[in-house]
């Protein structure tokens, strides 16, 4: 019974091929609510269907992905899609298409500035080159790989990638393609190595069928042998069937004048076959060693079962290109779609911002209208109050401070006139003393209400005069010192300079009345920009029981709390007064 009987009996009588298994991640896939989720599960069952071989349902799952990706969408999930189209263009024979798509992977990962990925996609680039025979430039695209190729890839990623063996054994077959076997050997050596550092599934057994592609280029049968068997056990160890294919090819090869063994390796590749999903690539190698090798054989019944085999994988590469590229049309009809979708929603949007912009600068420009009208009609009662203010303290200066001044002019000469009996010179005395303190408080308020006097220098000026008037008469010495030159003109409004001269002015006359003190300290700085701290410092004998609490001390607590200062007193050398008041 010849070879094509007993293949046309075996395709007749098995019942049918290998089916697809329904694999963990299409639950996941159905159980998704995100669409990120779903995009990353679609794509895990396009690497999956590449990985068993079955190249339509991993195309099919990839187009699935491309539909949920947004077309603006820029990130790593972009060069997975054009990385795994570029590596399935290339299964199916379309390996300008599959270069292209390497290019648009290299394009995105610069921009992402991965150097995993544009290694990635220079592979991808060079073997789709190898395959075309464009072997000088396979050869810069795999160079440029291995340069970009990270030392080590740690993280574990969606996309499966490529290892240094898989760049280092592609160099080696393009050295095989030009004959150069002693750099072939080399190159292949050192994928070796890195495929058994990593116990690589699918390197070793490539590694492994290289070797035997050098041996079998050099003549050495028995080595070659030796290798092709070693990659077959490797190959069936981890299921990469379409390496196991390619194995049986070339031990027909070793095996050309062998015309038994010949036979028996090519049952083998077509019981495999039919056995197991193995794309249309590796299959059309397998039976063109064996086209070859029939030929030199001259088996004219197996050669022309080759042949129609041959023609009819082409023809469905053919029909597989043509709705490949109606895919491609749609993919991208679709792509441009989504843009023109996205195009509309940006333009909407931005006819609604320019909306709310335009409503936003209305509503800007009433507020500010609004505001200018409030400030000026806030300014103008201010400037009001403040002519108020001014002619009130006018008022008050003019007239009854005129008065006041001839009511002390009129008791300083009854207490001076020898005619007045010793009864009118004390009620004098004491209308003297009542005019003296009416008057002073009195120069206070007219003082609290000038704006001119709004100044940290202003008020430090007030108090020296205050106090030096108070003590000039008297045994206490009087110091005043001041460190506010530089800041001079620091702002202090009326009220909180009125507030603050009454405290200074208490604690002055609790001094002179009970401290029995020769001399009193005081000293205005400023610790900051925000904080004025003065301090009043007598050298008496303190403050005792009976009067350590008095309505005079309640009163000066109140106004340091109304200001929101801080006061504290030492009575350890005389009486020490610090207060520190933001301004």
């Given at each position: 019974m010849n070879i094509l009987f007993k293949w046309m009996l075996f395709f007749y009588c098995c019942i049918g091929t290998a089916q697809n298994v329904i694999h963990p991640e299409w639950n996941k896939f159905k159980a998704c609510q995100s669409i990120n989720c779903k995009i990353?599960?679609?794509?895990?069952?396009?690497?999956?269907?590449?990985?068993?071989?079955?190249?339509?349902?991993?195309?099919?799952w990839l187009n699935h992905t491309k539909d949920l990706i947004s077309p603006k969408q820029s990130d790593t999930t972009i060069v997975f899609i054009h990385s795994l189209q570029s590596e399935l263009f290339y299964y199916d024979g379309l390996f300008q298409f599959g270069t292209n798509e390497a290019d648009k992977a290299i394009l995105k990962a610069k921009k992402l500035k991965d150097s995993l990925w544009i290694a990635n996609g220079f592979f991808f680039k060079g073997i789709n080159q190898m395959e075309m025979n464009e072997l000088k430039s396979a050869e810069k695209s795999l160079w440029k790989a291995r340069d970009f190729q990270p030392n080590k890839v740690k993280q574990k990623l969606i996309r499966s990638v490529i290892q240094h063996e898989h760049i280092f054994n592609n160099i080696a077959q393009l050295k095989l393609k030009l004959h150069q076997t002693d750099s072939a050997a080399w190159y292949n050596e050192k994928a070796y190595r890195y495929a058994k550092s990593t116990n690589s599934k699918r390197g070793i057994p490539n590694v492994e069928q290289t070797f035997g592609q050098i041996y079998l280029d050099e003549k050495k049968i028995d080595s070659a042998v030796f290798y092709f068997e070693k990659s077959i056990l490797?190959?069936?160890?981890?299921?990469?069937?379409?390496?196991?294919?390619?194995?049986?090819?070339?031990?027909?090869?070793?095996?050309?004048?062998?015309?038994?063994?010949?036979?028996r390796w090519f049952e083998k590749g077509m019981e495999l076959i039919n056995q197991k999903i193995i794309n249309s690539t590796f299959q059309h190698y397998f039976y063109k060693i064996a086209l070859d090798v029939f030929k030199?054989?001259?088996?004219?019944?197996?050669?022309?079962?080759?042949?129609?085999?041959?023609?009819?994988?082409n023809d469905e590469t053919r029909l597989k290109g043509n709705i490949n590229i109606q895919n491609i049309s749609e993919q991208y009809a679709k792509s441009e779609n989504k843009l023109l979708l996205l195009q509309v929603k940006e333009l909407?949007?931005?006819?609604?911002?320019?909306?709310?912009?335009?409503?936003?600068?209305?509503?800007?420009?009433?507020?500010?209208?609004?505001?200018?009208i409030i400030i000026r009609r806030k300014n103008k009662i201010q400037m009001?109050?403040?002519?108020?203010?001014?002619?009130?303290?006018?008022?008050?200066?003019?007239?009854?401070?005129?008065?006041?001044?001839?009511i002390l002019i009129h008791a300083d000469l009854m207490m001076k006139n020898k005619e007045a009996s010793e009864k009118q010179k004390i009620l004098a005395s004491k209308i003297n003393l009542t005019g003296k303190e009416i008057s002073q408080r009195l120069n206070a308020f007219i003082w609290s209400l000038n704006t001119e006097h709004n100044t940290v220098q202003h008020f430090s000026e007030y108090v020296k005069a205050y106090g030096t008037n108070l003590l000039e008469e008297t045994p206490i010495a009087f110091h005043f010192t001041s460190n506010n030159?530089?800041?001079?003109?620091?702002?202090?409004?009326?009220?909180?300079?009125?507030?603050?001269?009454?405290?200074?002015?208490e604690i002055l006359n609790n001094s002179l009345k009970h401290a029995q003190a020769t001399k009193i300290e005081v000293t205005i700085q400023l610790?900051?920009?925000?904080?004025l701290q003065i301090t009043i410092h007598d050298n008496g004998v303190g403050k005792n029981k009976e009067n350590a609490i008095g309505n005079g001390l309640k009163n000066i607590q109140n106004r340091v709390e109304q200001l929101k200062g801080t006061i504290k007193t030492d009575n350890t050398v005389g009486w020490k007064t610090m207060l520190i008041i933001p301004l």
């Open positions: 990353a599960q679609s794509f895990l069952l396009a690497e999956h269907y590449l990985e068993t071989d079955d190249i339509q349902s991993s195309q099919k490797s190959a069936q160890k981890s299921q990469y069937f379409d390496i196991v294919l390619l194995n049986y090819g070339f031990m027909m090869q070793c095996f050309e004048n062998n015309q038994l063994e010949l036979n030199k054989n001259n088996q004219m019944v197996n050669l022309a079962f080759v042949q129609e085999k041959l023609i009819q994988i909407q949007k931005q006819r609604k911002f320019t909306v709310l912009q335009l409503i936003a600068a209305l509503l800007s420009v009433i507020i500010l209208s609004l505001v200018i009001t109050l403040l002519h108020q203010k001014n002619e009130i303290s006018k008022d008050l200066h003019d007239d009854i401070g005129s008065g006041l001044s001839s030159t530089e800041k001079e003109m620091l702002k202090m409004n009326g009220h909180m300079r009125k507030q603050l001269f009454y405290i200074i002015k610790i900051s920009s925000k904080q």
